[in-house]
Antibody, heavy 119, light 113 residues
Framework: EVQLVESGGGLVQPGASLKLSCVAS????????MSWVRQTPGKTMEWIGD????????NYAPSLKNRFTISRDNAKSTLYLQMSNVRSEDTATYYC????????????WGQGTLVTVSS | DIVMTQSPSSLAVSAGETVTINCKSS????????????LAWYQQKPGQSPKLLIY???TRESGVPDRFIGSGSGTDFTLTISSVQAEDLADYYC?????????FGAGTKLELK
């Protein structure tokens, strides 16, 4: 069974940095592109970016590219999202997702981790 | 960026009714190479994470009931739920994965009348 378990969320002050993690199990992590998606309290879904199965290539939403970095450690079956200079508008639930291999749609979602940016 | 316009934003239905949710993209999602539409539908029940329902516009994910039907091509897509059941009450999102950045519709909330 595919499982994606995010962690690292919480209350963070504006301007701070935060690193989210996602531990994957139930499949060969190193075979799949992975993505991060966030959902605001108002339910808006935003694709953040993705990373190639070997970690050699990433894509980002242009509005987030300068502050967010996606990485992975295939030995630990773990996906990361480094967030820097966070703002109140970054308040959201962050989902780790596994992409379908060939066509790229999201096949599986984690349970999400809530990040709240507030002073 | 491709803009996904989803309608309606909410829909109140009675059990047993058929409902239609629309999703329009600002650019065609049809690949000329393989003639496939890069459009997915997700269902999110209250308190849960989203779940894949339909991919490539019309292919049901394994285990999804056949009352969920995806259709459309190019820029206009539809999710039809025939004979809605109480367990179908949820938020529904379309997403294009044709080009980066992948983008979502604003969602449709399906409620009981």
């Amino acid at each position: 069974e595919v499982q994606l378990v995010e962690s690292g969320g919480g209350l963070v002050q504006p301007g701070a940095s935060l690193k989210l993690s996602c531990v994957a199990s139930g499949f060969t992590f190193s075979d799949y592109w992975m993505s991060w998606v966030r959902q605001t309290p108002g339910k808006t879904m935003e694709w953040i970016g993705d990373i190639k199965y070997d970690g050699s290539y990433t894509n980002y939403a242009p509005s987030l590219k300068n502050r967010f970095t996606i990485s992975r450690d295939n030995a630990k079956s773990t996906l990361y999202l480094q967030m820097s200079n966070v703002r109140s508008e970054d308040t959201a639930t962050y989902y780790c997702t596994r992409d379908e291999t060939y066509y790229g749609y999201i096949a599986y979602w984690g349970q999400g981790t809530l990040v709240t940016v507030s002073s | 960026d491709i803009v996904m316009t989803q309608s309606p934003s909410s829909l109140a239905v009675s059990a047993g009714e058929t409902v239609t949710i629309n999703c329009k993209s600002s650019q065609s999602l049809l690949s000329s190479g393989n003639q496939k539409n890069y459009l997915a539908w997700y269902q999110q029940k209250p308190g849960q994470s989203p779940k894949l329902l339909i991919y490539l516009a019309s292919t049901r994910e394994s285990g999804v009931p056949d009352r969920f039907i995806g259709s459309g091509s190019g820029t206009d897509f539809t999710l039809t739920i025939s004979s809605v059941q109480a367990e179908d009450l949820a938020d529904y999102y379309c997403q294009q994965h044709y080009s980066y950045p992948n983008t979502f519709g604003a969602g449709t909330k399906l409620e009981l009348k």
